[in-house]
């Protein structure tokens, strides 16, 4: 829902139209550099990135603002917020604008300029139009698209076209399994022109770093070409309604893409949510790969619970195993031989925040194959 | 000697995984020494943390005490709980990363069988696979020792070894030498990293990057259009409790010899090939050779020593230096160096690098200005040009890492007036929590064999070479110890060594 009146608290004083908007963004320009120097600090309008967020939820948009607020020392930035609000009735359609300053954690030394365009009926055709004059010269675009992306609306289209980065969460998604093979088109579309990343490729950062460091070790190595099974844990919630397998089959579908494994078929559903998949290992062996919800305290519906690799070198049986550890931050790796534990350590996994997930994405600024490669793999299983 | 290459790992791919070293055991020399529990230790258990460590890695400390494993992991938690960079301590995260904590007893030889036992025992049981770190945190009359049992005892045979050391590397070229030749008698220079923790700080590194990753700064960057060099790194400090250290070694050799010289390379240097650790290093010995040596005659003429008296530090009375616990009443140790020093080649000839480091100065400062010329007409008038400074480019090392660029702009009133203005950027990185200390920079880098950030034998034989005139002409007798007071930028002599070129000190 949207409320009808806009909070000028967060999103400041109205202007109408985009030259309005500009001699405002001045006029506070001034008075901040006129109150520093009162205080005898210099203030520098840094801009790196123009960030363009869509939202069609008021507390998306909030969210988004709040996220920006903290991140603005890191990566200063023109912060254009598009609000979308879709009732029709009873309004006059039409893009409302508000503009603010913010001085990240108080600090007077960086200024950061936010401005919220809300979109009211059927106007999204004219976003675009409104977004290009606000754009800073010079400057990378990212746009971070919130909910799930309507892939073929044209306003879709035009925004993702002005930009060298979109930023989606497919942890949102309202339907996965379905759009994250479609988004591999997005990406396959984009080439050349702008990257992909999804938060949740980056919430997952984590786990993969933690198999790589498996294989890392000289004497595990070889097991890394013998995997027999692999199973993957997804947090639910207590009544197992909240299902968002979309960090489990990006997780999947990287081993897929990375260790040349094809898809043999898609078995059904297998128990409450879950997912069973026949796949075959580059020199044909089978292996069976399961991805199941799983309630567990303390963790975000979506975010992985636990993983395990089974594998043979031929005469030993290994399994390689993290586990998120309950009501905590923590996960524990563990390496089993021959039913015997090898190794085992408790490494913190924490719980990345939408700043510190946004703060990662716009400090690569180039796309990521490796998650493109990951997504391919999963146009094969869909 | 070198075990055979690991298969590639195929999941270790993308710009987000990446900084993880191979398996390793990393064994410290002097485990119960300072070092260890104040930069090492947190260090390590900072990049646990992080996820950097790999996953069979382990930590061997050694040192002469006779203490059990337990009571040795309870004195670096303790020491943990004030020196990391990070707090709270993450208790779950220590208490994993403690159990891969052993300790070994070297009060006599026969301890160094049972290390070198106890890394055979852990290649196999914890997978560190012949991969082995010594880092001598000890001091430095104990390097030559460890690295004869570590010959004796055939520590470094069939492994893969490198070894980390600490500065100073000696206390003149005969004995840095010698030390390398040590070295080398078990380790190819290759294998040996030795620490100069300046070259681990993120801004130091991004000297190379603002200079070589863009296409502006280059151009200008050479006599024809930089007026001098200023590079300042002043410490508030006094000597704290390195008393008997400071009496032998004096500014010169603490600062100049390494960090002060390191940064004149960085600063001075041709572009590398490659950011490869050789490509660097190779540029960076080709200036260092080409910075003129100072005869001792005219030592009086580009070289200003001080020690400081008495005076008032950041509001509070500090004691002169030989009031200091330790410190002879007589001493003529210098605590202050300022230096005009030539780079004799193509780039910079006849361009000053005007060179100060001293304790005991106003604040804690490090920073680069690289001065440039006034534009060559003066279109102006004189009146309108007035506040008009010339254009610096200031690289700020710390605190408030960050880069400025002072130019001329015209003040918003009727007719022309010019003032000087600075263009600031800041680095995000002090903001940053993930910021990263120097020592898990270089540590992390020493565990994955990269050399880039430490210091070749031949850059620290030529930086003695620059230093040893100097200080053989102090011991013949040139140049004053004039004192300054404490809290203050240095003796006068300094600002006359400038002066006398029609320059001043930037307050930096």
Not at chain 1, 297 to 308: A, C
Not at chain 2, 111 to 133: K, P, Q
Request: negative net charge; glycine residues 8%; hydrophobic residues 45%.
């Amino acid at each position: 829902m949207i409320e009808d009146r806009i909070d000028e608290a967060v999103w400041g004083k109205r202007a109408e139209g985009v030259a309005a908007l500009e001699l405002e963004l001045a006029r506070m320009r001034r008075s901040v550099n006129a109150h520093a120097r009162e205080q005898g600090v210099a203030v520098a309008r840094a801009s790196v990135l123009n960030l363009v967020v869509f939202a069609t939820r008021d507390v998306h948009a909030r969210r988004a603002a709040a996220t920006i607020d903290d991140l603005a020392m890191r990566h200063p930035s023109r912060a254009i917020v598009v609000l979308a609000d879709r009732r029709r009735e009873g309004i006059a359609p039409g893009l409302q604008m508000h503009c603010r300053q913010s001085q990240p954690g108080g600090r007077e030394q960086v200024s950061c300029e936010h401005i919220l365009i809300r979109a009211r009926g059927d106007v999204d055709d004219r976003i675009a139009s409104a977004v290009i004059p606000l754009l800073l010269p010079d400057l990378p675009v990212f746009l971070w698209w919130t909910g799930t992306p309507p892939l073929d609306a044209p306003h879709f289209e035009e925004l993702v076209g002005l930009a060298d980065r979109l930023i989606v969460d497919s942890g949102d998604f309202a339907r996965p399994a379905g759009t994250l093979p479609r988004l591999h088109a997005v990406a396959r579309a984009g080439h050349g022109r702008h990257g992909l990343t999804d938060f949740n490729w980056t919430r997952i950062t984590a786990w993969r770093e933690l198999v790589s460091q498996f294989f890392d070790v000289p004497a595990w190595r070889p097991f890394l070409d013998g995997v027999t099974g692999l199973r993957i844990g997804f947090s639910v919630d207590a009544d197992g309604r909240e299902i968002h397998p979309s960090q489990a089959l990006l997780l999947l579908g990287w081993f897929a893409s990375r260790l040349g494994w094809r898809a043999v078929e898609s078995l059904a559903p297998s128990e409450a949510g879950g997912l069973l998949f026949a796949m075959q290992r580059a020199d044909g062996q089978e292996i069976q790969t399961r991805v199941r919800p799983r309630f567990m305290r303390g963790i975000d519906e979506g975010n992985l619970s636990g993983l395990r690799i089974q594998a043979t070198d031929g005469s030993r049986h290994a399994e390689f195993v993290v586990k998120r550890v309950e009501d905590s931050p923590h996960a524990t790796t563990t390496v089993i031989i021959d039913g015997r534990v090898i190794a085992e350590r408790l490494v913190p996994l924490g719980r990345p925040g939408v700043s510190e997930l946004l703060g990662e994405e716009l400090t690569i600024a180039r796309s990521d194959a490796i998650y493109e490669d990951a997504l391919a793999a999963l146009v094969a299983l869909a | 000697m070198t075990v055979a290459p690991p298969l590639a790992n195929p999941l270790r791919a993308g710009p987000r995984l990446g900084r993880t070293p191979q398996p390793c055991a990393l064994v410290i020399f002097g485990g119960t020494g300072d070092l260890t529990s104040r930069k090492i230790v947190p260090a390590l258990y900072n990049l646990a943390l992080q996820r950097l460590l790999p996953a069979a890695f382990a930590v061997v400390a050694a040192a002469r005490h006779s203490i059990s494993p337990e009571r040795y992991r309870e004195t670096l938690h303790a020491d943990l709980l004030e020196f990391s960079r990070t707090k709270p301590i993450n208790e779950d995260v220590w208490r994993s990363f403690a159990e891969n904590v052993h300790y070994v007893t070297t009060k006599d030889e026969s301890g160094y069988d049972v290390l070198r036992e106890r890394l055979a025992d852990l290649d196999v049981r914890a997978g560190t696979n012949g991969n082995r770190l010594f880092y001598l945190a000890t001091p430095p009359s104990a390097y030559e020792p460890i690295i004869d049992m570590l010959k004796a005892h055939r520590l470094t045979e069939n492994v893969n070894a490198r070894v980390v050391i600490e500065k100073p590397f000696g206390q003149d070229l005969a004995s840095a030498s010698a030390l390398s030749k040590k070295l080398q008698g078990v380790f190819t220079e290759d294998e040996i990293f030795r620490i100069d923790h300046y070259l681990g700080k993120e801004t130091v590194q991004n000297i190379l990057v603002l200079r070589f990753a863009n296409g502006i700064f280059e151009p200008v960057w050479n006599r024809q259009y930089v007026d001098h060099v200023q590079i300042t790194v002043a410490e508030s400090l006094g000597i704290e409790e390195r008393a008997a250290y400071y009496e032998q070694a004096g500014t010169l050799r603490d600062i100049v010899q390494n960090h002060l010289l390191q940064l004149v390379a960085l600063v001075g240097m041709e572009p590398p090939v490659s950011f490869d650790a050789n490509a660097v290093r190779d540029e960076k010995l080709k200036v260092l050779r080409a910075i003129r040596p100072i005869a001792p005659a005219d030592t009086a003429q580009h070289v200003v020593r001080g020690q400081y008296g008495r005076g008032f530090v950041e509001g509070m009375p500090a004691a002169a230096y030989r009031e200091e616990q330790g410190i002879s009443p007589t001493s003529t140790t210098d605590t202050f160096v300022a230096i005009r020093a030539f780079i004799d080649n193509w780039r910079w000839e006849g361009t000053p690098f005007y060179l100060r480091t001293g304790k005991r100065l106003p604040k804690r400062s490090t920073e680069i200005a690289i001065q440039f010329r006034a534009a060559p007409h003066a279109v102006f008038s004189r009146e309108a040009a007035e506040d008009m400074e010339p254009n610096a480019l200031v690289l700020r090392i710390q605190p408030d890492e960050g880069i400025s660029l002072k130019f001329g702009a015209k003040v918003p009133v009727q007719g022309i007036r010019i003032r000087s203005v600075n263009m600031d950027f800041v680095y995000g990185a002090s903001f940053m929590v993930d910021a990263p200390d120097a020592y898990e920079t270089l540590i992390l880098d020493a565990l994955r064999g990269d050399a880039t950030l430490f210091t070749r034998q031949d850059e620290v034989e030529q930086q003695w070479r620059f230093v040893d005139l100097i200080a053989r002409a102090w011991s013949e007798g040139h140049g004053d110890l004039p004192l300054y007071p404490a809290g203050t930028w240095g003796p006068a002599e300094a600002d006359l060594l400038i002066a006398r070129d029609g320059r001043a000190w930037r307050n930096a």
